[in-house]
Structures are given as C-alpha cells and as structure tokens.
C-alpha cells in the first residue's frame, strides 16, 4: 500500500504533491487560436486553489474552521476593514447586509415592515430582493449612461419621511458616486449598503483618501461565484467596520444565535449557563439563545481553502481586468459614433467586471448581439435591465403597491433595449481582447 509506512503528514503530503502533478497536467488551458469560444467570464486558477481544495477535504471538517478564519482575517486585512463574515453567496451577503438592518438591537435606526430603502431597477434582482421579502419598500430612481450607475440628482426627489438606507451596487465594476451619495446619506441619517459584487479591487477617492469600494458605506458585500473578480465556487462576504452591525450579521448568519461561538468552540465569553435571556430560565444554555430570526447562511471550509489562495493572486487579476479593459476600449474608439462606450466614474479607478456599450440610434442589438456571439464571443445584457417589468413584479405592478419609483425609468429602459456588455476577466489574452474588438466592430 502506498501509505504503508508513512506517518499522517508524509502521507498527506504525498497526496498534495500528486494533485499539483495532477492539476499542471490536465487544467493547463490550451492557448487561444482565433474562432475559439471567448466566454465572458472565467476562472483562474492554478494547483494551489486545488491543493488548497484538498487539503481541507483531508480535513474532514468540512463546514467552516481555521481555512474560514484564514479568509476573513485575511481579506479584512486586504479591504482594511475590522470585520467580515464569510458567507454561502454574493446573494446571501446582501440578504445579511440588509437583514443587519432590522435588528431592533438599532433601535431608532431599525428599518422595519413599510420603511423605504432607495435602490435603482438596472440591476441585479438579489440587491432588491431582501427588502421586498422583508416587506420594506424599495423605492427605484433611475441612472446615467455611460456609468450605468444611479442618477444622484434624484436622491432628493426620492426621500421621504420613511427612508431608511440607500442600498445600491456598484455596476460592472464602475464604482457609483460615492461621494454624492455618501453625503446624502450622512445628511438624513440614513444607512449605506455597497453591493460591491461586481466591484471588488475598485477604489474611490473621497475626502482626499483612496479607498476599495465596499469599505466606504455602513456595510460591503462581496461574491465569490466564478465569473467575478476572485472564486470558491459559491460564496460571498460581509463586512464592515462597526461592531454592533458585525455582531448582528454574524447572528443572522448562524442560526440567529445570541452566542458568539464559531463552530467547534464553547463558552468563550465564560458566561454560558449563568445568564437570564428573554424568558427562558435563568441559566439556559447560551448556545440555543436566538436574539434574532436568522439562518444558516455559512461558507464551507473547503470553500474558504479555495479562496485562500485566490486572494493570493488577486491583485494581479485586478491589474489584468484593467489593462484588458482599456485595451478594448482604444480598440473600440473607431465605433464610438455607433455604440457608447462606458466611462469610469469620476474620482475612481474601477475593477472592471465588464465592458458595457449601448447602441447608438440606427444600430439594431438584436442583431448586434447574435452576430457577436455566432463569432464564438459571449455577451450578457446588463442584468435584469428594468427589474420592475419582470414577472416577479406582476402582482405589486398590478396592485400598484410594494415599490416606488420616482420619475420615469427612462434610461433604464434604454439599457433595457439597447445595451449589453462582454467580458474583461483576467484569463483574456491580448489576442482574445483584440478579436473581440474585431468581432464588435464588424457587428455594428
């Protein structure tokens, strides 16, 4: 037998050595020949994402343990925040993000059943889903191209006497005016939630200092499914620089639990049995208290093992998303007078997620787009375009109730009709960059 007469970790370590042989011999991508599929997103990886997969599935521990406090300490260390919590989903980041808001542990600033949340409809259908679950009303603004991020000159219009937070993402990377809004809501007292999932290695400059987007509202949130910026298959983050919002996330995460415990650890507070809560009796084990309503929303360890060594490797996908996007983009000029093309926010140095063009009047994307994609390019249209003409909007559209929207949509309807965006991941070769340019450019 192969490990006949090896010791745990000799053997261990042969296992690791064989999956990095494994992974060099059959991951290596092939190199790029012109006509190959270019999909708009990809992951990047090598055998110490695999490695790191393995090690933890010798392990055996498999829900979350020290591969899980590696990543949140450590990507806290890189966003320069105090905490983060890692998470099952980009998705399940933003129902805690949002969900940490409720808490009556905030007392006067809770949101609660009928408070308004001012978001925008040119999104991503999970950044809005939270609050209509909870039966908070979001209320939609409309946003500006070529950002493709909300309009600031309609927050005004948008408060009421109901508004609690301003919960909006960062589209395709592009971080939104952070300064405008972050203003406004320190004006009225009102929470910010960064959707930064397809932002993350974004940074803004606001009151003279540099910061990664995500870092700058109340909350940030992040996911890690494969087509952004960095991967573990599924999984996502929360963080945020105050205690009593990370105390509260981290209850809604795990159960809804009063007890700060991680997994496999007890009575660290020293208090376990000798506590009164709520009406349970005095004494009741800490373990089993719920101060909130909460789920299980944890990552695996096998997950966080992966993003481990991803984030070794981050900043220099972020370098690479950069260069490839300001390629296309001097590539693309020669077609400027027939598609927009997008434009960085001011103030910021954006992570792009994507390149995003709208067609200009006379060009047609429904015949952009197959054109496009019969030359092996892959494209997506900018999520949901107007969320609020989906089906999931039938019966609150119908019985006018549910949602606000102040003024028209009418640029959400024009991303809606005309725009749509391709790839920029870190994998793309010049030569990939510069076929799609090509390919683009024959389209219109």
Excluded at 103 to 123: F, H, N, W
């Amino acid at each position: 037998m192969m490990f006949e007469n090896m010791e745990e970790q000799q053997a261990r370590q042969a296992i690791l050595d064989s999956v990095k042989e494994y992974c060099d011999k059959y991951h290596k991508k092939e190199a790029y020949r012109e006509g190959d599929r270019i999909p708009y997103a990809s992951r990047v990886y090598d055998y110490e994402e695999m490695t790191n997969l393995v090690d933890s599935a010798l392990e055996f521990w498999l829900t979350a343990g020290h591969y899980t406090e590696q990543f949140e300490r450590e990507f806290a260390e890189y966003l320069h925040v105090k905490y983060c919590s890692l998470v099952n989903s980009g998705s399940s980041a933003n129902l805690l993000a949002f969900m940490a808001l409720t808490s009556p542990l905030l007392k006067e600033r809770q949101i609660k059943r009928g408070d308004e949340v001012i978001t925008v409809a040119a999104g991503f259908p999970t950044t809005v889903t939270p609050m209509i679950q909870y039966g908070a009303v979001p209320v939609f603004v409309d946003v500006t191209i070529p950002e493709y991020n909300i309009d600031v000159t309609l927050l005004e219009a948008a408060l009421s006497d109901k508004t609690k937070a301003v919960m909006i993402a960062h589209t395709l990377g592009n971080p939104f005016d952070l300064g405008a809004v972050k203003a406004f809501c320190e004006k009225h007292n009102l929470w910010l939630v960064e959707d930064n999932c397809d932002a993350l290695g974004s940074i803004y400059e606001i009151n003279g200092e540099k910061k990664l987007t995500g870092t700058i509202g109340d909350i940030g949130t992040s996911s890690f499914y494969p087509p952004h910026h960095m991967t573990m298959g599924e999984g996502g983050a929360v963080y945020t620089d105050n205690p009593l919002l990370h105390k509260i996330v981290r209850s809604f995460r795990d159960w809804g639990r009063d007890c700060v415990c991680p997994s496999g650890r007890d009575n660290l507070c020293g208090h376990r049995f000798d506590r009164q809560y709520g009406e349970l009796p005095l004494g009741y084990d800490h373990k089993y208290v719920y101060s909130h309503f909460g789920y299980n929303l944890k990552a695996t360890d096998m997950q966080a093992a992966v993003g481990c060594a991803q984030l070794k490797k981050f900043p220099a996908f972020v370098e690479r998303r950069i260069h490839n996007f300001n390629r296309l983009l001097e590539a693309l000029q020669s077609v400027s007078d027939k598609l927009i093309l997008p434009q960085a926010t001011e103030h910021s140095i954006p992570s792009w997620f994507g390149f995003i063009v709208t067609c200009k009047d006379g060009v047609d994307r429904n015949k952009v787009v197959p054109y496009i994609e019969e030359k092996g390019v892959q494209t997506r249209m900018l999520f949901a375009g107007n969320l609020t003409k989906h089906p999931c909007f039938d019966e609150m559209r119908k019985a006018g109730t549910g949602y606000r929207v102040v003024g028209s949509l009418a640029v959400t309807d024009q991303i809606m009709e005309n725009s749509f965006w391709v790839g920029v991941y870190p994998g793309m070769t010049d030569e990939m960059i510069d076929y799609m340019a090509k390919t683009m450019i024959e389209a219109v």
